[in-house]
């Protein structure tokens, strides 16, 4: 069952956060302990738009952005633009502009990414770690050097490196050919048709898709230098097993280097278990979040 019912979409608001300004969803009281919640290719934060309704519930102030490139944010045209650590800092400015030192970070997908690569890099801005569906990256960068098999699932990869091409292909019959790729992926029901439709309007917005593959060619050609791999936060890694991108045993590899790490796997979801099984991530989310005290850890570099 998706949960599209439950849906509260949530007002978008421009929110600068440094570089660039954010289009952000946000639930929950001003005051509560604040969550970021990072989307995922090629979705945009109407992602959580189940899930950051359920945690503000609990009292979360919650925040969920379009990120840069996605949906209504700002677009830079550049590739160098959508490198992790930029992203990273959009993040940062986010927190900042929330009139936050800390924040708890989840992300899906790239979300999870730029999640993960936030706690390397700026450890004293995540007070809590959930990340859905994505390795860490040390351990995803070790899989596409070692692995033959996670290679051949992440051919895309690749494909997303040609000019043109690929936009071309992903906005086809106005995102269409996008939107059969993801159902093909997903458990029946997961992307419900008003989803999918406020998606692929926000796939074929001027510019939209170029920016949405730069995460994938900045990835390449500027992959990040990460000082860290110990991830100092607590953390919490949610896995769909039927995945068709990823293999399920990136996710036990991911806690090795989180000391403070749980894994809860879901046998009956994939890639998209936020969508799928929303009401058992949410109160996943919720308990690992709500309660205890809610402050960055302290780090020896």
Do not use: K
Request: charged share 20%; with cysteine.
């Amino acid at each position: 069952m998706s949960g599209e019912a439950a849906t509260d979409v949530g007002a978008l608001r421009p929110v600068d956060c440094g570089e660039v300004t954010l289009a952000v969803r946000e639930w929950g009281p001003v005051d509560g302990p604040l969550v970021v919640l990072l989307h995922g290719f090629p979705e945009t934060s109407r992602a959580f738009d189940v899930i950051g309704p359920l945690l503000a519930a609990a009292g979360l102030r919650v925040l969920a952005p379009d990120q840069r490139g996605y949906g209504a944010s700002e677009r830079p045209v550049d590739v160098a633009s959508y490198r992790l650590e930029r992203l990273v800092d959009d993040v940062v400015g986010l927190v900042r502009a929330a009139g936050r030192e800390h924040a708890a970070i989840v992300g899906h997908d790239w979300g999870a990414a730029v999640a993960w690569t936030l706690a390397l890099l700026r450890p004293e801005v995540v007070t809590r770690l959930a990340v859905l569906n994505v390795p860490h990256p040390a351990v995803m960068q070790r899989a596409l050097r070692r692995d033959p098999r996670q290679m051949l699932r992440s051919w895309y990869m690749l494909l997303f490196q040609l000019p043109w091409l690929p936009e071309r292909l992903l906005t086809l019959g106005r995102g269409a050919f996008t939107a059969r790729m993801l159902a093909r992926t997903a458990r029946p029901g997961a992307f419900a048709a008003e989803r999918m439709a406020a998606y692929r309007a926000a796939w074929t917005r001027p510019g939209a898709m170029t920016a949405m593959l730069a995460w994938y060619r900045a990835i390449v050609r500027h992959p990040p230098r990460l000082s860290r791999v110990e991830v100092a936060a607590e953390t919490l890694v949610l896995w769909g097993e039927h995945d068709v991108a990823l293999r399920p045993g990136l996710a036990e590899a991911s806690l090795a280097h989180c000391p403070r790490g749980r894994l809860v796997r879901f046998p009956d979801c994939t890639h998209w278990l936020h969508l799928e099984q929303p009401a058992r991530v949410a109160a996943l989310l919720r308990d690992f979040l709500v309660g205890g005290e809610h402050r960055a850890p302290d780090v020896v570099a």
